[in-house]
């Protein structure tokens, strides 16, 4: 699903509010890290993010930013994984100040997360939330997104892509393209 250029546009008028925050949240990710692949993404137990991390990846890479190439913290690291897929959600044990996490919550109030969460939150990590409800959650980010449990389970998808796409674009008025398309 490509969602850049004209498609992201539409997509953000016809979220309508939440398109508007969409763009605000992507922004925020997109923000420059001064310490590059400090940037972790974290599911919950029963939903890893790697399709949203191979994407922000991608875009990382097309746009030339490497401060957004993220690490995939997993639950349950399968025998035989890659390198950068074997990498424990236990990691966040050790986090510090210089490194941002993005927790992808799609059902709410995962206690195993908001563990995981919290202790980051106290050694000064900056926490990013994309959620469908959690008010603990909000209350442990610096940066927090909802897509309200009513609304269609694709807008979470598309909402997912949108900020794939923009967090790796320059802030300005129009969504250029990176260079060399």
């Known amino acids: 699903m490509d969602l850049s250029g004209a498609a992201a546009r539409r997509w953000t008028r016809l979220l309508a509010r939440t398109g508007v925050e969409v763009r605000q949240f992507a922004q925020a990710l997109g923000r420059r890290n001064e310490h590059p692949a400090d940037l972790f993404i974290v599911g919950v137990p029963g939903f890893e993010p790697w399709h949203f991390t191979a994407h922000l990846g991608e875009q990382a890479a097309r ?78 980010s610096h940066e927090t997104l909802s897509v309200d449990r009513r609304r269609p389970d694709e807008e979470f998808e598309v909402t997912q892509h949108l900020i794939t796409d923009l967090s790796p674009v320059p802030v300005h008025r129009g969504l250029p393209r990176p260079a060399g398309v």
Do not use: C
């Not at 957004?68 to 986090?95: E, F, K, Q, Y």
């Not at 490194?99 to 000064?124: C, M, N, S, W």
């Open 63 to 140: 746009y030339g930013r490497r401060d957004l190439v993220p690490t995939l913290l997993r639950w349950r690291i399968p025998n035989g994984a890659p390198a950068h897929l074997a990498v424990s959600v236990d990691s966040l044990l050790t986090v510090s100040r210089h490194q941002t996490v993005l927790a992808i919550d799609p059902f709410g109030g995962d206690p195993e997360l908001l563990d995981r969460i919290d202790h980051a939150h106290k050694r000064g990590a900056r926490i990013l939330s994309l959620h469908r409800g959690g008010p603990e959650l909000v209350d442990l």
